[in-house]
T-cell receptor, first 116, second 115 residues
Framework: DTEVTQTPKHLVMGMTNKKSLKCEQHMGHRAMYWYKQKAKKPPELMFVYSYEKLSINESVPSRFSPECPNSSLLNLHLHALQPEDSALYLC???????????????FGEGSRLTVL | GEDVEQSLFLSVREGDSSVINCTYTDSSSTYLYWYKQEPGAGLQLLTYIFSNMDMKQDQRLTVLLNKKDKHLSLRIADTQTGDSAIYFCAEPAIINTGTASKLTFGTGTRLQVTL
């Protein structure tokens, strides 16, 4: 199983709503990521978890709150978002055990978020 | 910081070769990657090259690396309509935990394949 599964595929929410994006992988990877991708742009890193601990937060506003409940799951909790937060949110996982491992990222299909 | 640069758009006829170019920034990257993104989908790793290699061939794909000029290219032979997508080069920076990589993506090249 080399899949990263994201739910929901599409989400429409108002600026006062609270919602969550979910990501799951069963490859035994211990690094998981959230990326944000706006239309016609490359993905931009938001958060990195390594061994269930937050390693990197790329100065993301607090209205985005990540959570890694266990080594297979990664959530992104959303609250009080703005219309400019509308984007494709991509989850990824990777594993790099030795220096010569490629450590490539495996991406999910993404959750397309629209904030009204 | 500096951007990882790619040309925005490339149009080729079916059956021709496509060459997508990338200028990266970090000469210490151990690997460099090429990812493909089809419309409305996530990113799929196409191929990668180890930094001590000049060339890597993988079926229809050929990757060339010029470390002196920090230039990476992806050649797709016999391009098919199914190759129409956005192609991103990416360079990793290993995060201090050792197990994770911070990927910086290129600006992306949209490949259009015409009949």
């Amino acid at each position: 199983d080399t899949e990263v599964t994201q739910t929901p595929k599409h989400l429409v929410m108002g600026m006062t709503n609270k919602k969550s994006l979910k990501c799951e992988q069963h490859m035994g990877h211990r690094a998981m990521y959230w990326y944000k991708q706006k239309a016609k742009k490359p993905p931009e890193l938001m958060f990195v978890y390594s061994y269930e601990k937050l390693s990197i937060n790329e100065s993301v506003p607090s209205r985005f709150s990540p959570e890694c409940p266990n080594s297979s799951l990664l959530n992104l909790h959303l609250h009080a978002l703005q219309p400019e937060d509308s984007a494709l949110y991509l989850c990824a996982s990777s594993q790099r055990l030795r220096d010569r491992d490629t450590g490539e990222l495996f991406f999910g299909e993404g959750s397309r978020l629209t904030v009204l | 910081g500096e951007d990882v640069e790619q040309s925005l758009f490339l149009s080729v006829r079916e059956g021709d070769s496509s060459v997508i170019n990338c200028t990266y920034t970090d000469s210490s990257s151990t690997y460099l990657y090429w990812y493909k993104q089809e419309p409305g989908a996530g990113l799929q790793l196409l191929t990668y090259i180890f930094s001590n290699m000049d060339m890597k061939q993988d079926q229809r794909l050929t990757v060339l690396l010029n470390k002196k000029d920090k230039h990476l290219s992806l050649r797709i032979a016999d391009t098919q309509t199914g190759d129409s997508a956005i192609y991103f080069c990416a360079e990793p920076a290993i995060i201090n935990t050792g197990t994770a990589s911070k990927l910086t993506f290129g600006t992306g090249t949209r490949l259009q394949v015409t009949l």
